[in-house]
RNA sequence: UCCUCGGUAGCUCAGCGGUAGAGCGGGUGGCUGUUAACCACUAGGUCGGGGGUUCGAAUCCCUCCCGGGGAGCCA
């Protein structure tokens, strides 16, 4: 038995392999089944000259998504696609399938999410997933590199992280617990214990936003290092960025020109991101309020930028841009205040080109404990909740730093789509649930 | 939650007051190099549910259900 992967390194040979039918085409005394076994395509050439009878009727009884099994002779055909073909000797059919639904036309979006599970096995979707492989152990890698280690939070938490955003509630032995929205408060501790950590694990968010950027559902990245500013932070951010969009482009060049085909002005994104290089922009909130007075969008100090603002911010930089330092009346309490302007807190969103939107949100925290207390009250928050939290500004309170990466807004980003709802395997979207 | 668009054949859609349509997919037949093959024939429908207006409703009105796009919130 071999994979598909591997014909390169058996032409001239026979091979025997199992896979499934992915489309066939016949004309006459020629038949084409094209075979998927997970690793590729492969061209199946039934001639009616080579074959016997039996087999050449086979080839017309096995369906769209049928189990088979082949055996034949390898040759390399410019014609083919992939550039090597099966001259098949015999078929047997393993297992049957009638009436795929996922027919090689067009289908609506609800068609496909409802069928997920057996979406997964198209090409373009075949691509998009294993870009995200490729994205995740890119992550991993580079935190490995620099001496990183990896913690993992809990996904079950007793309150609320950040206050103000749904939570999805259970229930957990009689009391009310909730489906974590950030793992950060647990990074933080082992920040202390460890120096430079970071984790990835899903983050639940029961909002019913309705948008090509959300999920109730993703892949939150969120690393946290001691002795580390704003300043670093933001550096740690773009060395991250600059190291996985690399490695993405670097190993899934083929993935990346299937997807491009559907989209729209996707060769100047992929320029784009093959000039990607630092510095990132920075600019403040401040700066950024003046911007967008130049293009006469007004806003009033403190208030905050929506999704058309930041567009606006975005279009105007070839490379992601930091926007730093916002009002402190909007910013979550963990955030540090700028002892240069109280008014403002140490932190950033990272909005990506081209109006994707922000990507990373980041921040110095607040060591300080009478002031992180003056917070919590200030945002009417339980504190008895919060004490282990606290007791970090207690025992050796040290200066730190850390932010949240969306992973599938990373990739929707980097491979040009436009929705994330296919950069994850199973999306969990407002009312979609199922499979 | 709000705004907006939509629900007609297995799928994607056209029809928008007067006998239910196309392309693809399915079936049958034809073709020895096809690339989402092509050509011919063929089967396939409570026009999302309910109520109303009308001589007559897929089409107009009301209502409910389901979905798409967007806003707010955020990664």
């Known amino acids: 038995m071999v994979w598909i992967e591997e014909l390169k390194e058996h032409v001239g040979k026979e091979v025997t392999l199992k896979g499934w039918v992915y489309n066939k085409r016949d004309s006459g005394k020629i038949r084409f089944v094209i075979l998927r076994d997970g690793t590729g395509l492969l061209q199946c050439v039934f001639a009616k000259s080579e074959v016997d009878e039996a087999t050449f009727e086979l080839a017309d009884l096995a369906n769209q998504e049928a189990l088979v099994k082949i055996t034949g002779t390898v040759r390399e055909d410019k014609r083919a696609p992939g550039g090597v073909e099966l001259s098949v000797r ?39 997933l294993k870009c995200r492989d490729t994205l995740i152990r890119a992550f991993h890698e580079f935190f490995e590199k620099r001496g990183f280690i990896l913690i993992d939070p809990p996904m ?43 984790c990835l694990a899903p983050s639940f968010r029961a909002e019913k936003s309705k948008t090509r ?23 740690l951010a773009e060395d991250m960025l600059l190291c996985v969009v690399r490695g993405v482009l670097e190993h899934r060049a083929d993935e990346l020109k299937l997807l491009g ?32 007075k130049g293009k006469a969008v007004q806003m009033k100090w403190g208030e905050k930028f929506g999704a058309d603002e930041e567009a606006v911010i975005s279009r105007e930089f070839d490379r992601p841009v930091f926007v730093h330092r916002y009002p402190k009346a909007s910013a979550p309490f963990y955030m540090k205040e700028d002892p240069v ?65 969306g992973i599938e807004r990373t990739l929707a980003w980097i491979t040009g789509i436009h929705h994330i709802r296919e950069t994850i395997p199973y999306p969990r979207l407002i009312d979609r649930i199922y499979p």
């Open 90 to 128: 015999s078929l047997k059919l393993m297992a049957d399938s009638e009436n795929y639904p996922i027919t090689p036309k067009e289908h609506g979006i609800d068609f496909l999410l409802s069928r997920r599970h057996l979406w997964l096995r198209s090409r373009r979707q075949h691509a998009l």
């Open 156 to 198: 079950i938490t007793p309150t609320s992280c950040e206050g103000a955003t749904t939570l999805f509630e259970i229930d957990y032995f009689g009391e009310a617990a909730y489906l974590s929205q950030s793992g950060q408060l647990y990074m933080e501790p082992a920040a202390a214990a460890f120096g430079k950590v970071y």
């Open 213 to 235: 950027r959300h999920l109730t559902e993703y892949w939150h990245l969120e690393p946290e290092v001691a002795f580390l500013d704003l300043a670093g932070d933001m550096e």
């Open 261 to 292: 085909e559907r989209i729209e002005g996707f060769d100047k994104h992929t320029e784009l991101l093959k000039n990607l290089d630092k510095p990132f922009y920075r600019i403040s909130y401040d700066d950024a309020l003046e911007l967008l």
């Open 341 to 405: 302007n109280p008014k403002v807190v140490l932190n950033f969103d990272l909005l990506a080109t081209e109006g994707y939107g922000e990507i990373i949100g980041g921040s110095q925290r607040e060591d300080d404990l009478a002031k992180l207390e003056a917070a919590i009250e200030r945002q009417g928050l339980p504190r008895e909740p919060l004490e282990w939290y606290l007791d970090l500004r207690r025992y050796g309170t040290f200066e730190h730093s850390g932010f949240g990466i």
